[in-house]
Nanobody, 120 residues
Framework: QVQFVESGGGLVQPGGSLRLSCAAS????????MGWYRQVPGKQRELVAA???????NYADSVKDRFTISRDNAKNMVYLQMNSLKPEDTAVYYC??????????????WGQGTQVTVSS
């Protein structure tokens, strides 16, 4: 069993920055690919950034060159550095194990998420 606790969200002005943190429980964390996801009310959850157990990364086109995902396997932590934030980045952000399509198709296993609001 794996549990996730997200933190670091808040209210920020356009162009500002936030650093999100995800604390994961589980002895096999270091073997898992991990991802950050976000959801806006009325729309389905989407993958924002992913990182493999070896540190390879990929990003949604909408956040490329602005967001950076990283991990610290010794601490069971995943981070998302968000720069140059835009109002359209407003969403609840979640972390989870990245299992490809299986992750987004599964209703269970998600944490509470952390709210990011970008507004003047």
């Amino acid at each position: 069993q794996v549990q996730f606790v997200e933190s670091g969200g808040g209210l920020v002005q356009p162009g500002g920055s936030l650093r999100l943190s995800c604390a994961a429980s589980g002895s096999l964390f270091s073997t898992y690919a991990m991802g950050w996801y976000r959801q806006v009310p009325g729309k389905q959850r989407e993958l924002v950034a992913a990182i493999t157990s070896r540190g390879n990364t990929n990003y949604a086109d909408s956040v490329k060159d602005r967001f950076t995902i990283s991990r610290d396997n010794a601490k069971n932590m995943v981070y998302l550095q968000m720069n140059s934030l835009k109002p359209e980045d407003t969403a609840v952000y979640y972390c989870n194990r990245d299992r490809g399509p299986i992750t987004l198709a599964t209703a269970s296993g998600w944490g509470q998420g952390t709210q990011v609001t970008v507004s003047s």
